[in-house]
C-alpha cells in the first residue's frame, strides 16, 4: 500500500472516523517501513506508537526499546513494561549503534529550516537567548551519522522558521559545506508535522511538501511555514489507516488514547 493517496482504500475505515492524531501516527509509522534490523529511537507519543504499529505490521524486525536499556521482544501499550525482553542495551552498544547507522531516530524540533537544520538548544542569540531549551544533546551525531526524522506535533511559523537561531541538528546545506566526511552518512528522511508530511526530495534539498493530512488545506501549511515551501502542482494525502492498523492503534498499543492528547482533534 503506498504511504500517500487520495481514496480510501480497500477494506478500511472510512476517513471521517480517523482522527488527525491516527493520521500522524500512521505517517510515522511509515518512516520505518521495511526498515530492516535497524534500532528505532523515536522521540514523543505518537512517534513511539508509530514505531510500534511499524514493528507489528509491515517491519517486523524492527528493533525497539522499553525507553531505557531493554529490547522488546514484545510490543507492549504505551506506558507498560514489556513481558518479554530480547536483549540488553547498555549506553556504549546504543552508541555504537548510533556511530554504525543502525538507527533511526525522529527527534523532536523547537526550530528547523527549510535545509533541514534543527535547533534544540536555545531562542535568540548564543551570547544571550531569550530561552534555555533542552541542550544540544546528540543532534550532530544523530544527523551526521543515522538517519534522522523529525516530529513536530504543533506546525507554526514559530518552529518552521528561515533560519534557526542554533544548529543542533545538521540540515543539508550544513552537511555539504563541511565535506564529504560529513554528508557520507547524512540522511533526513522525512519532517511530520500536525498537518502533513515534509521532505526535502529537491534538487537543492530544501524542504518540499510531500503529503498533507486530510482536512489541512496547501494555504494552511504555507500560512503556518516560516519560509517557501517547495509544494508540487498535486500534492496527495497522507494515507489512512486500515482496520487492522486502527484496531491495532486504538486497543493494543495506545488503549489510553494517549495521542489524542499530543495532537488533539
Request: proline share 8%.
Amino acid at each position: 500500500m503506498s504511504a500517500y493517496g487520495t481514496a480510501t482504500p480497500s477494506g478500511s475505515t472510512g476517513a471521517s472516523t480517523v482522527t488527525r492524531a491516527e493520521y500522524c501516527v500512521v505517517a510515522c509509522a511509515e518512516a520505518w517501513r521495511n526498515a530492516g534490523e535497524v534500532l528505532a529511537s523515536p522521540m514523543g507519543t505518537v512517534p513511539t506508537i508509530g514505531a510500534r504499529l511499524a514493528r507489528l505490521t509491515f517491519s517486523p524486525e524492527l528493533l525497539l526499546t522499553d525507553g531505557e536499556a531493554l529490547l522488546m521482544a514484545d510490543v507492549p501499550a504505551v506506558g507498560q513494561r514489556p513481558d518479554a525482553v530480547e536483549g540488553w542495551l547498555p549506553f556504549r552498544q546504543h552508541l555504537a549503534l548510533t556511530a554504525t547507522g543502525r538507527r533511526h531516530v525522529m527527534m523532536g524540533a523547537s526550530q528547523i529550516d527549510r535545509h533541514g537544520n534543527q535547533n534544540i538548544s536555545c531562542i535568540g542569540p548564543w551570547e544571550r537567548p531569550t530561552r534555555q531549551l533542552l541542550g544540544v544533546r546528540g543532534a550532530p551525531v544523530n544527523t551526521l551519522n543515522n538517519p534522522t526524522s523529525y516530529w513536530v506535533p504543533r506546525h507554526s511559523s514559530r518552529v518552521f522558521v528561515d533560519r534557526v537561531d542554533m544548529v543542533s541538528g545538521v540540515g543539508h546545506d550544513r552537511a555539504a559545506e563541511a565535506g564529504p566526511s560529513a554528508m557520507r552518512y547524512h540522511r533526513i528522511p522525512e519532517v511530520i508535522s500536525n498537518l502533513g508530511v515534509f521532505d526535502f526530495e529537491t534538487p537543492d534539498r530544501t524542504m518540499r511538501l510531500r503529503s498533507l493530512h486530510p482536512g489541512v488545506s496547501v494555504q494552511q501549511v504555507t500560512e503556518a511555514t516560516g519560509f517557501a515551501l517547495v509544494v508540487p502542482e498535486e500534492v496527495p494525502y497522507t494515507r489512512q489507516p486500515t482496520d487492522v492498523e486502527l484496531r491495532l492503534i486504538r486497543e493494543v498499543v495506545d488503549p489510553k488514547g494517549l495521542r489524542e492528547r499530543e495532537v488533539p482533534a
